[in-house]
């Protein structure tokens, strides 16, 4: 399995962004398709979206949709989460996969992750 490592989290006020950063440490994503989940206090793993890292096709839910934008630099093995127009409900750890079934929310068709950065969005 290939090790993620994501960067770029912090606290923001509502309506602010940032941009989060998931580097395949030692290589390749080892993969075609790349995930973004977010999980909340108490709340269970949700997938944001999805990139195809060979065409650079891109997923999202509709909660992001128009405010996240996804995309990758396949020279430097990275991925990034933009996020604009951030949202108190959008306060969650960030995490990065990689994936094999694009589009799916099923957190089993994801097998390296990375530990996660937290996303604090205050009113």
């Known amino acids: 399995q290939v090790q993620l490592v994501e960067s770029g989290g912090g606290s923001v006020q509502a309506g602010g962004s940032l941009r989060l950063s998931c580097a395949a440490s030692?290589?390749?994503?080892?993969?075609?398709?790349m995930g973004w989940f977010r999980q909340a206090p108490g709340k269970e793993r949700e997938l944001v979206g999805n990139?195809?890292?060979?065409?650079?096709?891109?997923y999202y839910v509709d909660p992001v949709k128009g405010r996240f934008t996804i995309s990758r630099n396949n020279a430097r093995n990275t991925v990034y989460l933009q996020m604009n127009s951030l949202q108190p409900e959008d306060t969650a750890v960030y995490f990065c996969?990689?994936?094999?079934?694009?589009?799916?929310?099923?957190?089993?068709?994801?097998?390296?992750w990375g530990q996660g950065t937290q996303v604090t969005v205050s009113s």
């Open positions: 996969a990689t994936g094999r079934v694009f589009g799916s929310r099923d957190m089993r068709d994801y097998s390296s």
């Open positions: 030692g290589g390749s994503f080892r993969t075609s398709i």
């Open positions: 990139l195809i890292l060979t065409n650079g096709v891109t």
